[in-house]
């Protein structure tokens, strides 16, 4: 079993991470951060000790428990099964589905094709206009998803893990300049979820490696 705490190998901007960060919040779980600069020496991720760690070269990953887990909707399912409370993934089955729906959908659909390594492959110039496309494709979808989901939040009125992945990537959206106005329910769950503490904590401009320029 875990000998010490918890450490979460993690980039404030990485909007992964911050799905994972909001997770340990919102559970109480204590933990050390291992920032992993994605930007600086070429990638801080590219090293071979972190190589060693997560083979995909990809933030976050997750020491707990005696084990490693890379892949934030993994640690997010294992967190859950380890430590139920607060739950993250409704009891009922056909809202649980819904919640996994729309966690990979951000997860698989959309984060991936407006990632930093997708990003250096399209070129400087295009770089804007890719983003911006695979996130309106993305949020075009999940707008109509959750005009039948949800209540509060993502799915009804509890918190789960589809507002953990929507928060991020509204975030990433604003970061390339989407218009939201078409997205009025993304919008307002997002503004309820950004209320909340383990939201707030987990936040991007509030962590040990955020820039000084970029801290609230």
């Given at each position: 079993?875990?000998?010490?705490?918890?450490?979460?190998?993690?980039?404030?901007?990485?909007?992964?991470?911050?799905?994972?960060?909001?997770?340990?919040?919102?559970?109480?779980?204590?933990?050390?951060?291992m920032p992993i600069n994605l930007v600086?020496?070429?990638?801080?991720?590219?090293?071979?000790?972190?190589?060693?760690?997560?083979?995909?070269?990809?933030?976050?990953?997750?020491?707990?428990?005696?084990?490693?887990?890379?892949?934030?909707?993994?640690?997010?399912?294992?967190?859950?099964?380890?430590?139920?409370?607060?739950?993250?993934?409704?009891?009922?089955?056909?809202?649980?589905?819904?919640?996994?729906?729309?966690?990979?959908?951000?997860?698989?659909?959309?984060?991936?094709?407006?990632?930093?390594?997708?990003?250096?492959?399209?070129?400087?110039?295009?770089?804007?206009?890719?983003?911006?496309?695979?996130?309106?494709?993305?949020?075009?979808?999940l707008e109509r998803i959750l005009q039948?989901?949800?209540?509060?939040?993502?799915?009804?009125?509890?918190?789960?893990?589809?507002?953990?992945?929507?928060?991020?990537?509204?975030?990433?959206?604003e970061r390339f300049k989407v218009d939201?106005?078409?997205?009025?329910?993304?919008?307002?769950?997002?503004?309820?979820?950004?209320?909340?503490?383990?939201?707030?904590?987990?936040?991007?401009?509030?962590?040990?490696?955020?820039?000084?320029?970029?801290?609230?």
């Amino acid at each position: 079993m875990q000998v010490g705490k918890p450490i979460l190998y993690s980039y404030f901007r990485s909007s992964c991470s911050w799905r994972v960060r909001i997770a340990l919040a919102l559970k109480g779980i204590d933990y050390e951060m291992m920032p992993i600069n994605l930007v600086k020496d070429g990638g801080q991720q590219f090293s071979k000790e972190f190589q060693a760690l997560n083979p995909m070269k990809q933030v976050p990953a997750l020491k707990i428990d005696g084990i490693t887990i890379g892949q934030s909707l993994a640690i997010i399912e294992y967190l859950e099964e380890t430590r139920p409370t607060p739950r993250l993934l409704p009891q009922d089955p056909k809202k649980r589905a819904s919640v996994r729906m729309i966690s990979d959908l951000i997860a698989g659909g959309i984060q991936p094709l407006q990632n930093l390594s997708v990003l250096k492959q399209v070129g400087q110039e295009n770089q804007l206009t890719w983003a911006q496309n695979a996130i309106t494709s993305g949020f075009n979808a999940l707008e109509r998803i959750l005009q039948s989901t949800a209540g509060r939040y993502c799915v009804g009125d509890e918190v789960s893990m589809a507002d953990l992945c929507l928060v991020p990537q509204v975030a990433n959206a604003e970061r390339f300049k989407v218009d939201l106005t078409p997205y009025p329910t993304i919008s307002r769950i997002n503004k309820t979820l950004l209320a909340l503490e383990a939201f707030q904590v987990s936040h991007p401009c509030r962590q040990p490696d955020t820039p000084a320029e970029l801290r609230a």
